[in-house]
């Protein structure tokens, strides 16, 4: 069964710091990826999405994520954040038979401090 | 802009009392999506549209339910809602096989 896996619950860094963000799937065939962002009572942002091609995709607000397929991993990167970045950020993986169903992972909220 | 719409972004209804949830696009994609999110938790499918094709989640209790009348339009319908029924609940649409877009949410508050 699809599945994914975001072994970091919570993460403090400071700003200007450097982040990394660790998602892992289970799917059997090359899924579609995704990260989101989501702010405290708002709707997801995409911040980027990988499909086929350059295993090293960016995205906005700085963010770039590598796909490893021998690692089954998405990791979400920034070489310095900010304190606006400080959210909520899900990985998601698009599956299924159509290709239309999305599974979520648990989440990471991100704290930034001064 | 083209984007994806909820209303009421904030809803109040009392334990048993039916509820409908709005969502709208003008994005014109074919599939239409309903998550329910509780705190700190991720999105959870209750079901998705691919145009008039309705597909529920196993999961999915009967107390929800979808209508989907145009390409631009989705209702979620919750017949009785209960305590547990408290959450944010997410519309969210994307062409087939590709990027879901989301609306930004409803809050029900279950009273």
């Known amino acids: 069964a699809q599945s994914v896996t975001q072994p970091d619950i919570h993460i403090t860094v400071s700003e200007g710091a450097s982040l990394e963000l660790r998602c892992n799937y289970s799917?059997?065939?090359?899924?579609?990826l995704f990260w989101y962002v989501q702010s405290p009572g708002q709707g997801l942002q995409l911040l980027l999405k990988y499909f086929s091609g350059d295993t090293l995709v960016q995205g906005i607000k700085g963010f770039e994520a590598e796909f490893k397929r021998s690692q089954s991993s998405f990791n979400l990167r920034k070489p310095s954040v900010h304190w606006s970045d400080a959210a909520e950020y899900f990985c998601?993986?698009?599956?299924?038979?159509?290709?239309?169903?999305?599974?979520f992972g648990t989440g990471t909220s991100l704290t930034v401090i001064p | 802009d083209a984007m994806v719409i909820q209303n009421p972004r904030y809803q109040v209804t009392q334990f048993g009392k039916p509820v409908t949830l709005s969502c709208s696009q003008t994005?014109?994609?074919?599939?239409m999506y309903w998550y329910q999110q509780k705190s700190s938790q991720a999105p959870k499918l209750l079901f998705h549209y691919y145009d008039k094709d309705f597909n529920n989640e196993a999961d999915t209790p009967d107390n929800f339910q979808s209508r989907r009348p145009n390409t631009s339009f989705c209702f979620l319908d919750i017949r009785s809602p209960g305590l547990g029924d408290a959450a944010m609940y997410l519309c969210a649409t994307s062409p087939a096989q590709d990027t879901q877009y989301f609306g930004p949410g409803t809050r029900l508050t279950v009273l």
């Open positions: 998601a993986v698009g599956a299924g038979n159509t290709g239309n169903q999305f599974y």
């Open positions: 799917y059997g065939a090359t899924p579609y």
């Open positions: 994005l014109n994609h074919n599939v």
